[in-house]
């Protein structure tokens, strides 16, 4: 679960994406017009991960939380493992400046869920390194530097206690770009990245010209929030070589929102389209693969997932989420070992201890299917004690 998602629960469309982060926390000082908070959270996770078809690495991301690429297929024997970590944990502070009429703000946060050989340790230490999350300013509608994708709705991601939680269906992605925010409507340029599926496996491109494009329109109507997108963006690979082409990929998404008088909720979305590759699921798929004549031919992808949200009393709460994405391969070229669906799903009890205290159990389904008709089964019992500050 997300801090911006802890934010945006209630419903703020993420156009209001830096007002609401910059609110969050406690108040350092003020000096010169310009407030200077601090925020963020420690998070313990536990879990019990049962494999059907062997085991993920313990260098793999998926053992950390779930990845849909990484659930092994076609494997001999089960096994479970327990993991426990606080890599989630993460600190941010934010600015804000008044100039007149104008506001200059400011955000930056980092957790610690990169995996550097050098730096982390389960033997001795439990030391990982920290990442950059999100840098970036805003001067009145104008945004600058890396946050979540115009592409993504971070309001209609769903309380998980997994890191993400309807992963196999969600755009999940955060990059440098330049947006602009009118009314309702969001314009961005971002930092464009390809990836290849090539006899050799995946390639990670960074051959592209031009950024990738979204526009985005949020409508909101007393309850019921809801966000269409579009992505326009270029696959680009060259290798030195044989192969030097283009290819237009392009994404559409509707996700929202709606919150009930019992204050329970369901968010939902469908995102489909041609080359998303990396934007979708945790880049399950890549956004193109090298034919026989050495051009990229984009991959074709829909994914969906849905969660409902209720609110048992004051103190407790569940959340029962599925999500799912299929993959449209030309089997021709990319073989019956290629990833043809993933789904997931999951029910969690959530139980508010004290003010910002949260402690969460949570039981999570999911399957990988290969082109050959071969799949594998992952099932996580995990747990989680969170503080917000």
């Known amino acids: 679960m997300t801090s911006t998602q802890t934010i945006l629960k209630g419903g703020l469309a993420s156009a209001a994406l830096l007002a609401a982060v910059s609110a969050q926390g406690v108040t350092l000082g003020t000096i010169n017009n310009t407030t200077v908070k601090m925020g963020g959270y420690v998070k313990l996770d536990a879990m019990w991960s049962d494999f059907s078809d062997g085991t993920v690495s313990g260098s793999s991301f998926g053992r950390d939380f779930y990845v849909p690429s990484v659930t092994p297929v076609g494997g001999t024997s089960e096994n479970t493992v327990f993991d426990m970590h606080a890599r989630q944990t993460r600190i941010n502070f934010s600015t804000e400046t008044t100039m007149g009429e104008h506001k200059l703000k ?222 449209d391969n030309n089997v021709s070229l990319s073989g019956n070992s290629a990833t043809k669906a993933t789904q997931s799903a999951r029910a969690n009890l959530m139980f508010d201890w004290a003010k910002n205290l949260t402690l969460g159990g949570e039981l999570a389904f999911a399957n990988r299917e290969l082109e050959s008709g071969t799949d594998g089964d992952m099932t996580r019992l995990q747990f989680m004690a969170m503080y917000k500050f």
Do not use: C
């Open 106 to 327: 400011s955000f930056i946060e980092v957790d610690f869920m990169v995996l550097d050989p050098a730096n982390s340790d389960e033997r001795i230490s439990n030391s990982y390194s920290p990442r950059m999350r999100h840098a970036f300013l805003s001067y009145d509608n104008w945004l600058f530097g890396q946050t979540w994708t115009t592409f993504m709705n971070v309001g209609a991601l769903p309380e998980s206690v997994d890191f993400i939680g309807n992963t196999d269906g969600t755009i999940f992605v955060r990059q440098p770009q330049v947006r602009y925010t009118r009314n309702n409507w969001m314009f961005s340029l971002e930092n464009p990245e390809t990836t290849v599926s090539t006899s050799a496996g995946r390639v990670i491109a960074d051959d592209n010209e031009w950024p990738d494009f979204v526009a985005r329109y949020n409508y909101n109507n007393k309850d019921l929030s809801l966000v269409f997108a579009g992505l326009l963006r270029q696959l680009t690979y060259n290798d030195g070589g044989a192969i030097n082409d283009t290819e237009v990929g392009w994404g559409l998404s509707l996700t929202g929102k709606y919150v009930f008088g019992n204050k329970d909720d369901v968010r939902f979305g469908v995102n489909g389209g041609g080359g998303m590759g990396r934007y979708i699921a945790l880049n399950v798929a890549n956004g193109a693969i090298v034919d026989g004549n050495n051009q990229l031919e984009a991959i074709d992808s829909l994914a969906f997932f849905g969660s409902w949200r209720h609110l048992w009393n004051q103190k407790w709460r569940s959340n029962f989420i599925f999500s799912r994405i299929d993959i």
